[in-house]
Structures are given as C-alpha cells and as structure tokens.
C-alpha cells in the first residue's frame, strides 16, 4: 500500500477482528489449546504492517500479532496452526511471507530485528526491520541491547511498540518507568514518536516516515503506538481480577475499528464484512482441517543433516512406535 | 611449515574463512581495532574492512541475538564472545533462539552461526574467566559443540565449524593459546567428518578420553606412564556434541578400561556422558569402571588455588592406577 487508503485498512482490521474473535470460539470449543486474542490492537497492527514493502522488509513479531500476519497476506491457516499446537512457529515460510515466527520470549526477537537490518544494510537492499513488541517487552535487557545497537549502527529498523496498557495484569504506569516508551529514543540518539494507536491512518503515516527515514540511511526509529488490549491476555487470563469493566468500557468507545468505519460508507462496511465472513469461514475449515506432522518430523529440523546419535533416537522412536 | 601458536592458527583460519566466503562477518567485543583480547581476530579488520569484521556495543546477548538476524538475512556469522563466563547473559539468545530457531521454522531460518568463546581454566584469570560450558551448551537440542586441543586441530575445526550449516559453540581452551606446533594451514587436513574423535597417541592398557587442554596433560601422563612400562591410549575427544561415541568404542574395546579427564565440575559434567557411552557400548569388554577425573563441584576458584581444582598429572595417574587395579567382587 503506497498511501494510507482507509477502506482496506479497515477491510484488514475487520477480517483480524473477526478471525481473532473465531479463534476464541475455536478455543472456546476445544479446537485451539490457548489463544493470546489482539482485539483492540488492529489499528496498531494493520497500519504498521501495511506500511511494509514486503518485497524487501521483514517483520518480527511477538504473539499477539495478528494483524499484522493478516496485512501482511501470511497464510492464516499455516500461521494460525501455531495456536493448535501443530508446529511451534507455525507451517508458513517465513521467508516467503517475510515474517517471522513469532516468539513467546518477551523482548527477545527485538534484536533479530536488529541483526537483520544491519545485514539489509550490508547487502544495500533498501529493506527495512520492523520490530512488534509491548510495553511489557520495553522492560526486558534485550530491549535496550537492541535499541543501543540500532543506534550506534544507525540501522534501518522501525521499533514498534504497542503501548496496550497492560502486560498480563500489571498497567503501564507500574511497568514504563518516565511514562513513555518513545521518549526512550532521544537517549539512542534515534526519532521517537507517540501516535494514536486507535487510529490506522495515523499508524501508517507514521511508520512510513520511519520507513522512509531508515531507507534514506537516516537510521531507526521507535513509535510507541498508543492502544489498549479489549481482550485478556490470553484465553486462560482474567482481567476481572486486576481491572475494571469500566475501564475497559471506556476504551470501547475508541475501538479502532468503528473509527475506521466512521469514514466509510455504508456499503464499504458491509462489503468489509462480507469479505471478512469469507476469510473466517475458509480460515476456520482450514484450521479444523489439520491434522498432527507424522512423529518423524520430531527429528527433522533439529540441524541441516541429523546427527548420529539423533537418526539412532529415531530409529528408537520408530522401532516403539511401530511396536 | 611454519610453527603457528593456536592462537596464529585461529587468526588465519578466521582469514581463510573470510577469503573464501564473502558473506562470512566476525564481530564480538574489540575484536576490531584491537584484534580480540587474545589477539585472535588481529589484523582482519584492516584486511577485511569495517562491515566485515567490526566491533559491538558491551552487550553479550546483543551480539548473539544480532547474529540470529544477520543469519536470518543470510550471512554466515561468527561472533565472539570475550570470555566464557560471559556467555552466561547470551543463554537465553543461544538456547531459546538460536538453537531452536531452524526447527521452528521448519529450516526456512538456518543458523550457520559459530559462536568463539575463548573457554576454561589455567591461566589464573579473574573471576568469570575460567568457566567450562561444554556440558551447559551439549545438553541443548539444535547445538554443536567443539574444542580444539591444539594449533592444526584449532585451524581445522575452525574451518570446518564455519563451514557448518548449523550453530557450533567453539570453545577455545585459553591455556593453549601460545602453544606452538608445526603444520601447513594450506595443505588439506584430511576430511573427517563433524563429530570424529581422534587418536593421539595409540596405547593397550587402558584409554584417556579428554579435549581442550587436558589433552596435552594426558598425554604428558602416558608419557610418565610409558616410563613404569604401562601403555596408554589418548582420545581427543574434539566434537563434544555429537560425540564420537562409536570412536570410543572402538578404542576401549581394545584397551578395556577407560577414563575421562575434564576441567569442569564433576556432576553432571560431559564426563558422565561419556562414561555412559562408553559403558553401553562396551560393557561386555570393561575391566573396570569408567573413572572420572574432573575439576570438583565448586565454583571456579581464584587463581591461588587453580592447580588445586585441576586435574594434574598425579589425579589423572592414580585413577590409571585405580582402574589398571580394579578387581570385580
């Protein structure tokens, strides 16, 4: 997406919006182990990553990152596979999608993002890192590695931190230590940038400035997206117990999403919802479609060529298997 | 053929890495301007330029999540971290990233890192400078592990663990750096494959396994041992995951008893591992048990009391004797 074009950044909300809300059900039902829902989120999610040039950018994700998956036109069904326990870092290529798979570890990718675009820069590719993390995250040691690191190498990464409020149950004021995440930038000697986090436009126009700083060799950035996780933290959380319905009422009334709507016609929004039900319907059929990887590939990937000693423990795994 | 000190032979197979594949990069804590602590990346940095060998922010975890991103955009890595304690703040990198990293993402991600650590005891350095990582690194799935003993095996190893297509943790044993030998880094060593052991001295009475610096200190023990007419065989270990458990095999077979020398704690060392190998492939054959001889289950002690944690000539000689003596029932 070249300029910020409203009905098919809703459109991508709606349809994460929508699969988000299907794989509670799936949850619900027994079908997904455990879920991290990202209603509330979309807008900081889908902006950013439709700002990406996915011919030569590469995202990092953290698990709550739907959106970008969907903006980004991952296979749904072989990323969301992840959730059902086939594959630790889903079915997807992810050098083809130009994502990666995501990480449980809070903080950790951040500097993947960071080798990578020192490695883009080497190449002279023009491409850029994005970077998905929380203010949970902006805590972690990695976090800082990272961000020094971007900046003494004046590399082109775009740090992109959802400011959601909440890190399982603690409030950002308890867990951002100066109150901001972006003011932490000017410490790097990089641009840091606060933007609603509720509106997709302001999303995408401020993660293309990054983009377009760091391919103009002008180094990384951090947006600090403010936003607010709608849901739990995870299908296994209950936020009854650290905050209120009040508050998470009051931050209904900025959902991303009817915002969005509110610039649309009528029948945009229908057609949104139309497409969105399609891709659920087929993303569901897919999901529920899938079945365990054979017991070899326990063994497969461990290296390039199994070991020795690991094709004996196969050899192992087979001889009881069969047994 | 020129006398190279491990650390001449490491710098060059570094070079020769280098010259050979342009999308090798080497960086670590001052291992540019200066050339390393131990000199081991001296002069790449002007032969090679700054983007090719280059110095890091003070940032152990940094660097190696760094790498992670550098071999996802498809360069070959070789980072090094200054000293072995501080490998400790890049576990969570090496063990939740980048051994795991090829397996999740179902090979699409390899990671042809080799991670230096200059590694081990005896040189009576400062706290955290004096660690044995082997077994910590060996216990993690998607990991290879390798200790040179030597100059030619250094150069070798270097090599081949670069030339690798998965992550290799090469642990460079400090106390043989200035150890001088004798070999052409130009002439091909032959080609052995990752995880073969190696013979150093052939023997029939009993077989030390070791790697790293214990090497040269078991074969100064069968040296001592030739001279009381007792003969022994010396195994350089090298790869110490994947383990040569079939080369150990063969060589206990013949001589029936066994022990295994290591520099780290005792429990849950890589001796244990060995000595399990070695007794379930060979346990029709032992005289004896296994015997360990191992830095004890303390933390690395200040360089006063080194020699003391070690194993020196006379442990290792008396569980030679100890297992030459042994009588079942």
């Not at chain 1, 790097?188 to 999303?203: I, K, P, Q, S, T």
Request: aromatic share 8%; with cysteine.
């Amino acid at each position: 997406m070249h300029t910020a074009d409203l009905a098919e950044l809703h459109r991508l909300m709606l349809v994460a919006r929508r699969l988000d809300e299907e794989a509670i059900a799936l949850q619900r039902q027994g079908a997904i182990p455990a879920y991290a829902p990202s209603k509330g989120q979309e807008a900081a999610q889908v902006g950013s990553a439709a700002a990406l040039d996915t011919t030569r950018d590469f995202g990092f994700p953290n698990y709550r990152d739907l959106g970008a998956a969907v903006a980004m036109g991952v296979d749904l069904v072989a990323y969301l596979s992840t959730h059902l326990n086939i594959w630790h870092g889903g079915l997807y290529d992810a050098n083809a999608a130009r994502l990666a798979p995501f990480n449980a570890v809070v903080g950790g990718p951040v500097t993947h993002a960071v080798g990578w675009a020192m490695g883009a820069k080497l190449d002279g590719t023009g491409g850029v890192a994005i970077s998905w993390f929380g203010d949970g995250a902006s805590s972690q040691g990695d976090v800082h590695e990272a961000m020094n690191f971007a900046g003494v190498y004046r590399l082109p990464v775009v740090f992109f931190c959802q400011n959601n409020g909440w890190a399982i149950s603690l409030p950002t004021e308890r867990q951002v230590a100066g109150g901001s995440v972006a003011a932490r930038a000017a410490g790097y000697g990089m641009a840091g940038e606060r933007v609603d986090g509720n509106d997709v436009v302001a999303v995408f126009e401020a993660t293309r400035r990054a983009l377009d700083r760091a391919r103009a060799g002008e180094g990384p950035t951090v947006i600090e997206a403010m936003t607010y996780r709608l849901g739990p933290h995870s299908t296994s959380d209950d936020p009854g117990r650290y905050r209120s319905l009040a508050d998470e009422r009051a931050w209904l009334d900025d959902d991303p999403i009817p915002r969005a709507a509110a610039g649309l016609t009528g029948e945009q929004v229908a057609a949104a919802e139309e497409h969105a039900a399609g891709v659920v319907a087929r993303v569901r059929e897919g999901l529920l479609a899938l079945r365990p990887r054979p017991g070899e590939e326990l063994f497969t990937h461990v290296y390039r060529e199994p070991t020795g000693a690991l094709l004996a423990q196969q050899r192992a795994w087979k001889e009881a298997a069969d047994a | 053929m020129p006398e190279l000190s491990l650390q001449q032979a490491l710098n060059l197979a570094l070079c020769h890495a280098c010259e050979d594949d342009d999308r090798v990069l080497i960086f670590g804590e001052d291992v540019g301007t200066l050339g390393g602590v131990f000199r081991v990346t001296d002069g790449l940095q002007a032969k090679f330029g700054e983007q090719r060998v280059f110095d890091t922010p003070l940032a152990e975890s940094g660097i190696v999540g760094m790498a992670v991103g550098l071999a996802m955009a498809g360069w070959r890595p070789v980072p090094e971290i200054q000293f072995d304690g501080f490998a400790y703040p890049a576990i969570d990198q090496i063990v939740n990233q980048v051994a795991r990293m090829h397996y999740r993402s179902r090979g699409a991600l390899p990671m042809p890192i080799t991670l230096r650590v200059p590694s081990f005891g005896g040189i009576k350095a400062p706290e955290h400078h004096g660690e044995s990582l082997e077994a910590l690194f060996a216990h993690v799935p998607g990991l290879k592990v390798v200790s040179p003993s030597g100059p030619a095996e250094g150069y070798h190893l270097l090599r081949q663990a670069i030339d690798d297509p998965d992550p290799v943790i090469f642990l460079e044993p400090k106390s043989r750096y200035w150890h001088r030998e004798s070999f052409g880094p130009t002439v091909p060593a032959p080609r052995m494959p990752v995880g073969s052991s190696r013979v150093v001295r052939a023997g029939t009475h009993a077989t030390l396994i070791a790697w790293g610096a214990m090497v040269p200190r078991c074969l100064q023990v069968a040296e001592l041992a030739a001279e009381d007419g007792v003969s022994l065989e010396v195994v350089d270990l090298r790869w110490l995951k994947p383990i040569d458990a079939d080369g150990l095999a063969e060589s206990v077979a013949r001589t029936r008893r066994a022990v295994v020398v290591h520099e780290a704690p005792l429990t849950a060392g890589l001796g244990a591992e060995v000595s399990a190998l070695v007794t379930e492939r060979c346990f029709a054959e032992l005289r004896a048990p296994v015997q360990r001889v191992t830095g004890y289950d303390v933390p690395y002690p200040a360089g006063a009391l080194e020699d003391e944690y070690l194993p020196g000539l006379d442990r290792i000689l008396t569980a030679v004797q100890t297992t030459l003596e042994y009588r079942r029932g």
